[in-house]
């Protein structure tokens, strides 16, 4: 069940089985949203019939992966029936070797969710109480500290996901409300009593691509707001230049009919007051041509316009998947070995999505550049100083943050180097292809991050450039207008030279409400 377009805070994301939307996972992610389990008995008849085939199957000595046999390639190694119940604890534990920065409790509570969503399919072979213990994670806001790097995506997230795993049973640290702390002492603090795993849902946990598609679902509503924000700031910076509106006329964008692009073109022109009706544009404009950065934008931020459809498809699936393996079939009784764990889907898209967000990154350095030249932004001051004349020697204005965005934007391109294409045969070539789909949507959040940074940099002197342009001509379409005070509310002019940092800080901390409302119309 999806959320409510309305007041998240007060939102409920009931889980039955049916699909979830990235806009769920965001806001119960945030925790602006709680997660139950829906009460419906053909619901929990479902989840209750996984388990019940599979302890049938077990006394008639049936052989399941995992569950009476080693795992990977040790999947022919069959486990002695006095030793099935040990099993699942020693996957998670030999898979505790993550290392490198840890999830945030934002990226935590989107995983749990993730995995949550993909059980509640109802064909994972896993109990009510398991996917009551998750929820509880949740709603008490216990997330598992879980390393981010030491996943190949194919076998699912087997390391990250160990932590979770781990954490049910009282073991290895949690962020209790964000502080971290060992997992067994904050159980005893709430009240909770570690889980002992039934066999196979060790495996379930573990054995899926939770964290992979988690980050996705964080990077595609991160990048879908980007895309908002390189269109309000191009508005700005094309205001700012007396550039030409004429480039985003309707006509001309009726020719190439990418809806995308379309729309960037009907959102310039929007923010800029320039009127739909064709009749409007001149037959020569007094600036014939504007630079590419300017004149281009919504060619450049189209392409993520028209791309977002498909990757929210990629993610969604993904997102609403049984990808654990083996899956169980309680009607059938059947139980079914295959490679869902495979994370090619999510690796494509987020190896796709990072070229098209440092594009916009890429897009908005080139702006910032004709902005602070004097060669190129047609008689505003040098580096955008806001200083008096008898100030001006002393004051660099936007210099340095030119500099840093130069800096960021490079990281940027340098890391969208796609990681699908680096598949390694490991775990003695069982494992033999994998997605890279976790180090995927790990570089896409990167890049996202970086590109934020340019966005927010941008912005402060987008700001800039239209309060110096207003002193010779006031009149600054309303929208721009509008957008202009409330990022005034937020940043002051910029005088005499100050440093920057604390204040792109905020603005970075800020995107969310900035951008969330832009083009609501």
């Not at 019940?52 to 999947?75: I, K, P, S």
């Not at 029936?81 to 509570?109: K, M, N």
């Not at 679902?217 to 004429?246: D, F, I, Q, Y």
């Not at 070229?355 to 001051?381: I, K």
Request: aromatic share 6%; glycine share 6%; hydrophobic share 40%.
């Amino acid at each position: 069940m999806n959320l409510p377009l309305t007041d998240h805070s007060q939102a409920t994301v009931v889980l039955d089985g049916s699909p979830l939307d990235i806009e769920s996972v965001e806001a119960v992610a945030n925790r602006h949203a709680r997660v139950v389990l829906s009460d419906d008995p053909d619901f929990r008849q479902r989840i209750a019939s996984g388990p019940a085939f599979l302890d049938r199957l077990l006394e008639e000595e049936g052989v399941v992966y995992g569950v009476t046999t080693g795992y990977g390639d040790a999947c022919t190694r069959a486990v002695p029936p006095e030793q099935h119940a040990e099993l699942p604890r020693h996957l998670y534990t030999f898979h505790g070797c993550g290392l490198g920065e840890h999830l945030s409790p934002v990226e935590a509570r989107a995983v749990v969710l993730v995995r949550l969503v993909s059980l509640c399919r109802g064909v994972s072979g896993v109990s009510m109480e398991l996917l009551e213990r998750l929820t509880q994670l949740l709603d008490m806001d216990l997330m598992p500290v879980m390393p981010a790097e030491g996943s190949v995506g194919a076998s699912g997230d087997l390391t990250p996901l160990s932590y979770l795993a781990a954490v049910l049973c009282g073991e290895r640290e949690v962020l209790d409300n964000g502080q971290r702390r060992p997992t067994l002492q904050a159980f005893a603090e709430h009240g909770i009593v570690p889980y002992r795993l039934r066999p196979k849902e060790g495996l379930a946990l573990m054995n899926g691509t939770a964290v992979m598609t988690a980050l996705g679902c964080l990077a595609w509503r991160r990048a879908e707001r980007l895309s908002r924000l390189a269109t309000r700031l191009t508005a700005m910076n094309v205001w700012s230049l007396n550039g030409n509106p004429h480039h985003f006329d309707a006509g001309l964008f009726a020719a190439k009919p990418h809806a995308g692009q379309q729309r960037v073109a009907a959102r310039l022109r929007y923010d800029l007051g320039y009127t739909d009706d064709d009749h409007d544009a001149p037959r020569n404009s007094p600036r014939l041509q504007d630079r590419y950065s300017t004149r281009c934008a919504p060619h450049v931020i189209g392409v993520l316009e028209d791309s977002l459809p498909w990757l929210r498809q990629f993610l969604e699936n993904e997102l609403n998947s049984a990808n654990d393996n083996p899956l169980i079939d309680p009607v059938g009784e059947k139980v079914m070995h295959g490679g869902h764990f495979y994370g090619g889907h999510i690796a494509f898209a987020m190896d796709s999505l990072k070229p098209l967000v440092a594009n916009l990154a890429d897009l908005l350095d080139r702006q910032l550049a004709l902005l602070v030249d004097p060669r190129f932004n047609h008689g505003l001051p040098d580096n955008l100083s806001g200083a008096n004349a008898d100030r001006a020697p002393l004051n660099h204005g936007y210099k340095a943050v030119q500099i840093g965005v130069s800096a960021w934007t490079a990281e940027a391109l340098k890391a969208t180097m796609p990681a699908s294409v680096f598949s390694r045969s490991t775990e003695c070539h069982n494992q033999d292809k994998v997605s890279m789909g976790t180090i995927a949507a790990r570089d896409a959040l990167r890049v996202i991050t970086l590109t934020e940074q340019v966005g927010v940099a941008v912005l402060h002197a987008a700001c800039q450039a239209v309060d110096l342009r207003r002193r010779e001509a006031d009149s600054l379409p309303e929208t721009l207008a509008d957008f202009q005070h409330r990022c005034r509310e937020r940043i002051a002019f910029v005088e005499e030279d100050r440093a920057l940092e604390s204040e792109l800080r905020m603005l970075c901390e800020s995107l969310e409400p900035l951008t969330d409302t832009l083009y609501a119309h």
